[in-house]
């Protein structure tokens, strides 16, 4: 209980100390995180949708991996992305391992699929709607693609949280290719182990809350964007 | 507003159209003409939204042809469709109208203005920037008229498009329906309706249990039905 009491106020102590240490943490998780989404959504977005749309053979089994791939072990993608990116591997010229980047590379991994599977049963959904429309209008592949990803825009919000929840919370993948360097591509999740594994439970749990608390306000500031301009476009 | 050649006359001939195994329409043929309002008669499940999608393009037929005097892009761009559930996209009344422009090519600059005009035609300037899925249901219907009036189709589809609607709505998309016709495109509408379908049709194909039973002028249809159930249907007897 004595630790959870400590906890507490580390957090708390952390917040408001405003440490330059603890600051270039958070910058960091947000800034690979955030990364990470956005190019998952670049990718997973129209890729989801042609999905859903086109008919090609194997689909089935396209569909069946994207689902599948939700749930890749980040520990293991990491390797992978690890063998990839070391000096020895295919793309080692790069440089890239144990960078911000090699992380990056590893979440937009992790997320895409997450993307990719729900944007496919929204658009899916939203073309048994839109349908018969757009084929009257005789629009294009391109224009159909855009008009259904638009006009899905508020429910894909929630999947850009479900996929920003799941690379601000691993740690396997950014472990392995980042390597938890101090002042380098250490973030929030390898910090807290680190601060486990050294016995500090109560720095790693004050970490724990305002990671925590992260997550919070950015899912809380895209529910008010909705909300307010969800009302105006009357997404219902 | 045609180009240099007209889409019609349409020729359909010995048109089916199955689905899990049951036949749905079975040899339909007849020929649209242009200028005249042809309405689709028939009670619940005689197959009339069926065969207006098959002439659409929206169904492939079984078998059968369905036949337009312009064939490919050219073809399917001078038609337009208006459904008994109208399809309001997310966006504002102004906005569903500048993307079916857009879908069709239609340049940036000209879209908004286009827009506006047809809004206008249908009497629905004051509610352009709201949301059209909160517009009521006439509105949202008269939203789909001015929609499909924006692009200038030579041939317009209909399907039941005021089933859902109170009679003063019923009576403004009656008046749009007028308007497309006043410009010259070609009405094709379906209807259990019997006093819509005497108040709009000029021609009337008659469709029963997924068989073309009569076809022809819409006065003589309504004063000397040569079939049994075209009879049954005028005299208003419920019809199986």
């Known amino acids: 209980m004595e630790t959870f009491v400590t906890a507490f106020s580390e957090a708390g102590a952390l917040l408001v100390s405003f440490d330059r240490d603890f600051l270039s943490i958070v910058g960091l998780s947000l800034r690979v995180s955030l990364s990470a989404v956005a190019l998952a959504c670049l990718i997973g977005f129209p890729l989801g949708a042609f999905v859903a749309l086109a008919r090609f053979p194997g689909r089935g089994f396209v569909i069946l991996l994207l689902n599948t791939f939700m749930g890749l072990p980040p520990v293991v993608v990491g390797l992978i992305v690890f063998l990839v990116l070391s000096r020895a591997g295919p793309l080692g010229v790069l440089g890239l391992l144990f960078t911000p980047a090699a992380m990056i590379i590893a979440q937009t991994i992790l997320v895409t699929p997450i993307v990719a599977a729900l944007t496919r049963q929204i658009v899916a959904d939203l073309w048994v709607e839109y349908g018969e429309h757009l084929r009257s209008l005789d629009a294009g592949p391109v224009t159909t693609l855009t008009t259904l990803i638009m006009d899905a825009r508020y429910s894909l919000t929630t999947v850009v949280l479900a996929g920003f929840g799941r690379a601000i919370a691993e740690v396997g993948a950014v472990m392995i290719v980042g390597g938890n360097i101090d002042h380098a591509t250490r973030v929030m999740t390898t910090a807290i182990a680190l601060e486990t594994s050294q016995g500090n439970l109560s720095t790693a749990l004050g970490l724990g809350i305002v990671l925590l608390l992260l997550a919070l306000t950015v899912n809380a500031a895209v529910q008010i964007i909705n909300t307010s301009a969800g009302k105006r476009a009357a997404l219902a | ?240």
């Open chain 2, 1 to 240: 507003m045609s180009g240099p050649a007209s889409l019609l006359p349409l020729r359909v001939q010995r048109l089916a159209f199955e689905a899990g195994g049951t036949r749905l329409l079975d040899d339909v043929s007849f020929t649209l003409q242009a200028g005249r309002r042809t309405v689709l008669l028939g009670p619940n499940g005689a197959g009339k939204s069926l065969l207006l999608r098959l002439c659409h393009g929206l169904l492939t037929p079984t078998s059968g042809e369905v036949r337009w005097s312009l064939e490919g892009r050219r073809s399917a761009r001078r038609q337009a469709m208006v459904f008994q559930h109208p399809v309001m996209l997310r966006r504002s009344a102004v906005g569903n109208i500048s993307h079916a422009l857009a879908a069709h090519g239609v340049a940036r600059a000209d879209r908004l203005p286009r827009a506006y005009a047809a809004l206008a035609q249908a009497g629905l300037s004051d509610v352009a920037r709201r949301p059209a899925r909160l517009l009521s249901g006439g509105e949202q219907q008269r939203l789909a008229l001015a929609r499909a009036w924006a692009t200038q189709p030579e041939v317009l589809f209909l399907d039941e498009p005021t089933s859902s609607l109170d009679p003063a709505a019923t009576r403004a998309v009656e008046t749009l329906i007028d308007g497309f016709h006043a410009a010259d495109t070609k009405i094709v509408m379906a209807t259990h309706d019997l006093a819509q379908a005497r108040r709009i049709a000029d021609d009337i194909l008659f469709l029963h249990k997924g068989r073309l039973l009569e076809s022809g002028d819409a006065e003589n249809f309504f004063a000397q039905p040569t079939t049994e159930e075209g009879r049954a249907f005028v005299a208003g007897e419920l019809l199986w």
